[in-house]
């Protein structure tokens, strides 16, 4: 028979498994933040530079080759890695701020109030977040600030709906009642019983957002509506070498990769989110 380690279980006490999905997430979305934080402080030549010959192959010059104009696509690819990932995070925080500040009202609002945000949520749901984006964009040209905008407002109608339910299902339980009955007041509820338990949720669907914020940012930027030049972004690349692509293949397969990637990373990472989040859909695996 095996000694007692356990008070009482008559097992040792386990520690919780680390997801082989959240570690392969964080390892890709890994690598292209440590490319973007590089572009910060060095890229191989300045993002305007013209004086490499035209579509160049990789070499030792220009490790992933020249585009049609003489830049350097490794630089190209490296500022298209923040940009990524600048638009990508501003649009989540924008989103999940307003968002969350809506649903929060959406579930403490009286019937006719919850009725009418709730339709109005439904109404920006049903509007396409590209439209949406195009629209913000074409009012305030084409930038950074205005992609991260246009996203986030789009993002937020999603955030608030998902967290309008989960408040309401909370506030439901058993122990809000007691909670009122014992004389807590409604900001004191909000913030340690209602937030503590919807943020696993939310921070799984805002990871989700993240991804889908990168692809927007990229057809922004396809359609000549993302950050302007110098600012390199991988949607405007791929618009542009499309035109080259069998002849100088690198500068459409370079940022088509990697925006693949950073996309998967980021949904491994939301599923090993998740995983923590509801262990018993990990054991069902």
Not at 4 to 9: C, L
Not at 65 to 83: C, N, S
Not at 105 to 131: E, M, N, Q, Y
Not at 240 to 269: K, R, S
């Amino acid at each position: 028979m095996s000694a007692v380690t356990g008070a009482g279980t008559g097992r040792a006490p386990t520690r919780p498994r680390r997801s082989a999905t959240l570690v392969t997430g964080c390892v890709l979305v890994g690598v292209l933040v440590v490319v973007a934080v590089v572009s910060l402080l060095w890229v191989p030549y300045p993002p305007a530079d013209t004086s490499g010959d035209r579509l160049m192959p990789p070499g030792p010059a220009h490790l992933l080759g020249t585009d049609k104009l003489g830049r350097d696509l490794l630089t190209q690819v490296m500022i298209g890695a923040r940009i990524a990932l600048t638009v990508g995070i501003g649009s989540v925080l924008l989103g999940g701020v307003l968002g969350v500040a809506g649903g929060l009202l959406a579930g403490f609002a009286t019937r006719w109030l919850d009725d009418t945000v709730s339709a109005l949520l439904d109404i920006l749901i049903a509007f396409p977040t590209l439209l949406l984006a195009m629209l913000v964009v074409a009012v305030r040209t084409a930038s950074l600030g205005s992609a991260v905008l246009a996203i986030g407002l789009g993002m937020s109608a999603i955030v608030a709906r998902l967290t309008r339910v989960l408040v309401k299902r909370v506030l439901a339980q058993d122990f809000i009642t007691a909670a009122r009955t014992s004389g807590t007041s409604w900001p004191r509820i909000v913030t340690e019983h209602v937030l503590p338990n919807i943020w696993p949720t939310l921070l799984v669907n805002l990871a989700l957002q993240l991804g889908l914020a990168v692809l927007a940012e990229a057809s922004l930027s396809y359609l000549g509506l993302g950050p302007p030049p110098p600012n390199a972004s991988w949607g405007r690349m791929l618009q542009e070498a499309q035109a080259t692509v069998l002849t100088a293949p690198v500068g459409a397969i370079a940022p088509g990769v990697l925006l693949v990637v950073l996309v998967i990373g980021v949904n491994l990472v939301a599923d090993g989110l998740r995983d923590m989040a509801d262990p018993t859909r990990r054991r069902t695996r």
